[in-house]
């Protein structure tokens, strides 16, 4: 088998030539109707009108880095984590529970904020806990009143301490 010199096999390429390995293939029939974009030059009116694009871009961005964030809808502060400890039964006071809640209700009440769902209900439940469940119905039912959603919940609550309550007293008698 006789080997060929490269220069023999490829044809000469010239400078308008592609050669056969760099033919194009034919555009689909709607890019080929579309007429060629023009190139934006110096001081023309498509510069202009990018250059004003880009500057209101620069502007909005400047302007949305600037905005403040919303102001939350609810006080939340350490409501989650104290329910979270609550929950895990880890030994923790409820008489602690009840004063940091306490102080960040106090908190929100200065501020004009809103407590957040479920934070009077659990500040009942460390009352019920600590043996005050004249206290722990008033918070049952401020959170009614705030959220009537969780009317279910509480009610079935307020069962409950009646029936603890009324076996208490039966025992007594």
Same mark, same amino acid.
Request: proline content about 12%; overall charge positive; aromatic content about 4%.
């Given at each position: 088998m006789a080997r060929r010199s490269s220069a023999s096999a490829l044809p !000469?390429?010239?400078?308008?030539d592609a050669g056969p390995a760099?033919?194009?293939? &034919? !555009? &689909? /029939?709607?890019? /080929?109707?579309?007429p060629p974009l023009p190139?934006?030059? &110096?001081g023309t009116r *498509?510069?202009?009108?990018?250059?004003?694009?880009?500057? @209101?871009?620069?502007? *909005?961005?400047?302007?949305?880095? @600037?905005?403040? *964030?919303?102001k939350p809808l609810y006080h939340w502060q350490e409501?989650?984590?104290?329910?979270?400890?609550?929950l895990l039964m880890d030994g923790s006071d409820p008489q602690a529970q009840?004063?940091?809640l306490e102080a960040q209700a106090e908190k !929100?009440? !200065?501020?004009?904020?809103?407590?957040?769902?479920?934070?009077r209900a659990h500040l009942g439940l460390m009352y019920l806990n600590v043996?005050? &469940?004249?206290?722990?119905?008033?918070l049952f039912e401020a959170e009614r009143a705030s959220f009537p959603e969780s009317a279910v919940f509480i009610d079935s609550l307020l069962r409950r301490m009646d029936g603890k309550t009324t076996a208490a007293q039966g025992k007594k008698s």
């Open positions: !000469a390429a010239g400078p308008t760099m033919t194009a293939a &034919p !555009a &689909p /029939a709607s890019v /080929a109707a579309l190139a934006a030059r &110096p *498509a510069s202009r009108a990018l250059a004003n694009a880009l500057a @209101c871009g620069a502007v *909005a961005l400047a302007a949305t880095g @600037c905005q403040t *964030a919303p409501f989650p984590r104290q329910q979270y400890q609550t009840i004063q940091t !929100a009440r !200065a501020g004009n904020l809103a407590l957040p769902p479920g934070f043996g005050n &469940p004249d206290q722990a119905r008033a």
